[in-house]
C-alpha cells in the first residue's frame, strides 16, 4: 500500500516544482522536492518498492524538465543505490543524519548530471554555478527534517491501515464474539 501513496506524493511534488516553483522569482530559489522523497525511499523502504519509485518518478521528471531522456532516471538510480549501500554500512536511519546525507547526495546527484549534459551536448552548456547549487543544497537540507517528519507519517498511518484489514490479525477486543460470556 505504500508504493501507490508515495507515488500520488512523488507526482504532486513534480507537479509543484515544476509549475509553481518556476514561476517564484530565482533568488528564492527552486527546491527539489522529489530528491528529498527518493533519499528517503532509498533509506526507509523496501528495495524493490524503492527502484520502482526512483524509476517512475525519474521518468516523470524527464518528461518534464529532463533535457536528455534518461538522465535523470540513470542519476537518481545511481544516487539510490549510492545511498542503500551507505546506509546498509553505516546503518543511517536517525533523523539527525538525513540532511547531510541528503546534501551530499544531491550535490553527488547534479554533478552526475551536470557531467552526463556536458558529454552528450553538441554546444557548450551553462558553467556550473556554485552559488546557485549552494544555495539549493541549503533549501534542501532545512527542507529534509519536516518532510522526512511527513513521510514517517505517512508510512505510519499505512502500515495501520494494513494492520486494520489484515485478515489474519488478532482482533485487540477483550471478549470473543463467539462465545457466550459466562454468567457470574
Same mark, same amino acid.
Given at each position: @500500500?505504500?508504493?501507490?501513496?508515495?507515488?500520488?506524493?512523488? $507526482?504532486?511534488? $513534480?507537479?509543484?516544482?515544476?509549475?509553481?516553483?518556476?514561476?517564484?522569482?530565482?533568488?528564492?530559489?527552486?527546491?527539489?522536492?522529489?530528491?528529498?522523497?527518493?533519499?528517503?525511499?532509498?533509506?526507509?523502504?523496501?528495495?524493490?518498492?524503492?527502484?520502482?519509485?526512483?524509476? *517512475?518518478?525519474?521518468?516523470? @521528471?524527464? *518528461?518534464?524538465?529532463?533535457?536528455?531522456?534518461?538522465?535523470?532516471?540513470?542519476?537518481?538510480?545511481?544516487?539510490?543505490? =549510492?545511498?542503500?549501500? *551507505?546506509?546498509?554500512?553505516?546503518? $543511517?536511519?536517525?533523523?539527525?543524519?538525513?540532511?547531510?546525507?541528503?546534501?551530499?547526495?544531491?550535490?553527488?546527484?547534479?554533478?552526475?548530471?551536470?557531467?552526463?549534459?556536458? @558529454?552528450?551536448?553538441?554546444?557548450?552548456?551553462?558553467?556550473?554555478?556554485?552559488?546557485?547549487?549552494?544555495?539549493?543544497?541549503?533549501?534542501?537540507?532545512? =527542507?529534509?527534517?519536516?518532510?522526512?517528519?511527513?513521510?514517517? =507519517?505517512? @508510512?505510519?498511518?499505512?502500515?495501520?491501515?494494513?494492520?486494520?484489514?489484515?485478515?489474519?490479525?488478532?482482533?485487540?477486543?477483550?471478549?470473543?464474539?463467539?462465545?457466550?460470556?459466562?454468567?457470574?
Amino acid at each position: @500500500m505504500r508504493l501507490p501513496i508515495f507515488l500520488a506524493i512523488g $507526482i504532486l511534488l $513534480i507537479t509543484v516544482q515544476t509549475s509553481i516553483f518556476q514561476a517564484l522569482p530565482e533568488w528564492i530559489g527552486m527546491p527539489d522536492l522529489l530528491f528529498i522523497l527518493l533519499v528517503f525511499s532509498a533509506i526507509y523502504l523496501k528495495l524493490s518498492q524503492g527502484i520502482v519509485l526512483c524509476l *517512475v518518478l525519474g521518468t516523470a @521528471m524527464e *518528461v518534464f524538465s529532463g533535457y536528455f531522456l534518461g538522465l535523470y532516471v540513470l542519476s537518481y538510480s545511481l544516487v539510490f543505490f =549510492l545511498i542503500r549501500a *551507505v546506509s546498509a554500512i553505516l546503518a $543511517i536511519k536517525e533523523a539527525s543524519q538525513q540532511p547531510a546525507i541528503t546534501a551530499l547526495a544531491y550535490l553527488v546527484a547534479h554533478g552526475l548530471l551536470y557531467l552526463f549534459s556536458s @558529454m552528450l551536448a553538441e554546444e557548450d552548456l551553462s558553467p556550473w554555478s556554485w552559488g546557485g547549487i549552494l544555495k539549493r543544497v541549503l533549501i534542501i537540507t532545512i =527542507l529534509t527534517i519536516p518532510f522526512n517528519r511527513i513521510f514517517h =507519517l505517512v @508510512m505510519q498511518q499505512c502500515d495501520k491501515k494494513y494492520e486494520r484489514r489484515s485478515f489474519f490479525m488478532k482482533r485487540r477486543g477483550k471478549n470473543n464474539r463467539y462465545r457466550p460470556k459466562k454468567a457470574q
